[in-house]
């Protein structure tokens, strides 16, 4: 990999710290050539601090290591995308970025549904939501509209109708977010079991 160390006059290229699992962005940092050859050397992320005007390889003090991953370089040859596997908060403040933001996973759009339908569950402002009033019912009539939904799918699976076939995928895994939320489970979990699996 060809990175231009040269292009600014103090030898640095700034460096974006992504964690590679959540890919959540943790840090901005800096190398120069010697902190980049010490990171893939030791796979674990080394820095040039411009305060310290030194090495630092993160987590030499704290323990809070960033496990290199991967390093890509920009079309310029004069940034870094570095993805790392974080040992503990990233930030020297504690929190899990430089930006305060929690490190965890998310399913984009999955997500904010997830939330939207705890918040329907929950609301208690005098309306009655779709949501609010499966819930009501009970977890057998959540199992039992999901079995409804899955046995949709199937059906439109063997048409040729992709309208259709979409439309009942998305009304099963609608279904069964709120029967995994009725259980008290997330899709994290069911993250958590699959990457268990994989072996």
Request: charged residues 30%; hydrophobic residues 35%; negative net charge.
């Amino acid at each position: 990999m060809k990175i231009d160390f040269n292009k600014n006059k103090d030898g640095l290229v700034p460096a974006i710290i992504q964690d590679a699992t959540t890919k959540n962005v943790l840090m901005l940092g800096y190398l120069n050539q010697e902190a980049y050859d010490k990171t893939v050397e030791t796979n674990k992320v080394t820095f040039f601090s411009r305060s310290k005007q030194r090495l630092w390889t993160k987590g030499e003090e704290s323990g809070n290591f960033l496990n290199l991953v991967s390093i890509k370089n920009d079309c310029d040859n004069d940034s870094l995308l570095i993805k790392v596997n974080p040992v503990g908060p990233t930030c020297h403040t504690g929190t899990d970025t430089c930006w305060k933001e929690e490190n965890t996973s998310s399913f984009g759009f999955l997500s904010k549904l997830e939330k939207t339908i705890e918040e329907r569950r929950t609301t208690s402002d005098g309306t009655k939501s779709y949501v609010a009033s499966l819930f009501e019912k009970g977890i057998n009539k959540l199992a039992q509209k999901v079995g409804e939904e899955a046995v949709e799918v199937v059906i439109e699976a063997k048409d040729d109708n992709d309208d259709l076939f979409l439309n009942e995928s998305a009304d099963l895994l609608f279904h069964y977010l709120m029967l995994l939320q009725a259980k008290g489970f997330t899709l994290k979990d069911i993250e958590a079991v699959l990457k268990g699996r994989e072996k």
